[in-house]
T-cell receptor
Framework: DAGITQSPRYKITETGRQVTLMCHQT?????MFWYRQDLGHGLRLIYY???????DKGEVPDGYVVSRSKTENFPLTLESATRSQTSVYFC????????????FGPGTRLTVT | QQQVKQSPQSLIVQKGGISIINCAYE??????FPWYQQFPGKGPALLIA?????SEKKEGRFTISFNKSAKQFSLHIMDSQPGDSATYFC?????????????FGSGTRLLVRP
């Protein structure tokens, strides 16, 4: 599939479990981003990556880990899920020099019980 | 200084009316101001964007008005339609920042009544 995809689309997990959300893009964009969306808070940046093997913290990184060994993939791991991490997670990508536009995936709805 | 403040949180407009959403920023290094539209169950998508060297940009029924001195910009939706019902986010970016991060407003949920 062309574009940016996220998996799973829906996930229910228990407190304390490790969860990995996947993000894959087919454009070879340099930049990739992870956001969480909660009512009243809009889109908050968790982590971003400027290229393979280059990642950095965003606004709300605590409790999350990312890696980027390949340009097209940017997985987000919740090491020990907490109820406060119940949210909708969006992955996005963009390419410097073309435009500032970020292309968003369809999102993953995560519920931590 | 990195914040973008958006208002109102929610907006109800009758079909055919004008929807207006406002945003304000502090960081004068921002050099690109996009608006994103998000339908329920979908990811946000770029709707329209403006650079600070112009005061207005129009694309169909959607217009961005930009006031550089006041550090404010707004989205106007003319002849609003039920299909415009969505959440709208304003954003800003400093293109010289190596992080390439968009700073988003908190969003406005628009409902257009038939």
């Amino acid at each position: 599939d062309a574009g940016i995809t996220q998996s799973p689309r829906y996930k229910i997990t228990e407190t304390g479990r490790q969860v990995t959300l996947m993000c894959h893009q087919t454009w070879s964009h340099s930049y990739m981003f992870w956001y969480r969306q909660d009512l009243g808070h809009g889109l908050r940046l968790i982590y971003y990556s400027a290229a393979a093997d280059i990642t950095d913290k965003g606004e709300v990184p605590d409790g999350y880990v990312v890696s980027r060994s390949k340009t097209e993939n940017f997985p987000l791991t919740l090491e020990s899920a907490t109820r406060s991490q119940t949210s909708v997670y969006f992955c996005a990508s963009s390419e410097r020099g073309v435009s500032y536009e970020q292309y968003f995936g369809p999102g993953t709805r995560l519920t931590v019980t | 200084q990195q914040q973008v403040k958006q208002s109102p949180q929610s907006l109800i407009v009758q079909k055919g009316g004008i929807s207006i959403i406002n945003c304000a920023y502090e960081n004068t290094a921002f050099d690109y101001f996009p608006w994103y539209q998000q339908f329920p169950g979908k990811g946000p998508a770029l709707l329209i964007a403006i650079r600070p060297d112009v005061s207005e940009k129009k694309e169909g029924r959607f217009t961005i008005s930009f006031n550089k001195s006041a550090k404010q910009f707004s989205l106007h939706i003319m002849d609003s339609q039920p299909g415009d019902s969505a959440t709208y986010f304003c954003a800003a970016i400093n293109g010289k920042d190596s992080s390439y991060k968009l700073i988003f407003g908190s969003g406005t949920r628009l409902l257009v009544r038939p």
